[in-house]
């Protein structure tokens, strides 16, 4: 059964980075039939489609955030992972990594990760 | 970008009722409206896709429909198990965006 973990920081500092990683087992992060993301959940419960990642490294990014964000891929370790920087309180949020299925950037998210609080806060 | 809005934003049902859930694009998206349930304390978990398609493993009771714009999730015959939020979510146009959510309590 694929599971999806994040891990990281759970206290990032006002103007730092954020660092978020996700742990894929139960299968393997170097396929052409999905693709592998970044959402995020505020304390109100809006979601946010943060960004989009392949294995081969291409990405596609929420406007919103684009000029504050990266993802990246190390398939050696079956990961993929999220920098936000310069943060506020505003980025304080449940963050989720989660699968696209259909081999396609438009699809739905079949497995999502359990979820990680990080807090912005001096 | 692509508003999703969503009614109602709650609703208290009893056991064995039916409920609907509308969401309503700002925009055409075709069927590329999809449905998901969060309980609490938990991640949300796919239960439609493309507009009417069940997910693997989702109950039988829950069922979607509508394209273009306007899209309905219907829980047929109520359980109490099924007390969660739930979010539309549309991926044809970007930035991806997803609905503000309708709470069910029973």
């Known amino acids: 059964q694929l599971q999806l973990q994040e891990s990281g920081p759970g206290l990032v500092k006002p103007s730092e980075t954020l660092s978020v990683t996700c742990t894929v087992s139960g299968g393997s992060i170097s396929t052409s039939n999905y693709y592998w993301g970044w959402l995020r959940q505020f304390p109100g419960k809006g979601l946010e489609w943060i960004g989009t990642l392949h294995y081969s490294g291409s990405t596609l990014y929420n406007p919103s955030l684009k000029s504050r964000v990266s993802i990246s891929v190390d398939t050696s370790r079956n990961q993929f992972s999220l920098n936000l920087m310069s943060v506020t309180a505003a980025d304080t949020a449940f963050y989720y990594c989660?699968?696209?299925?259909?081999?396609?950037?438009?699809?739905?998210?079949?497995?999502w990760g359990q979820g990680m609080l990080v807090t912005v806060s001096s | 970008e692509v508003v999703l809005t969503q009614s109602p934003d709650f609703q208290s049902v009893s056991p064995k009722e039916k409920v609907t859930i509308t969401c309503r694009a700002s925009q055409y998206i075709s069927n590329s409206l999809h449905w998901y349930q969060q309980k609490p304390d938990q991640s949300p978990k796919l239960l439609i896709k493309?507009?009417?398609q069940s997910f693997s493993g989702a109950p039988s009771r829950f069922s979607g429909s509508g394209s273009g714009t306007d899209f309905t999730l219907t829980i047929d015959s109520l359980e109490a198990e099924d007390a969660a939020t739930y979010y539309c979510h549309q991926s044809s146009i970007l930035p991806f965006t997803f609905g503000g959510g309708t709470k069910v309590e029973i």
């Open positions: 493309y507009a009417s």
């Open positions: 989660v699968r696209l299925a259909d081999g396609s950037w438009y699809s739905h998210l079949d497995f």
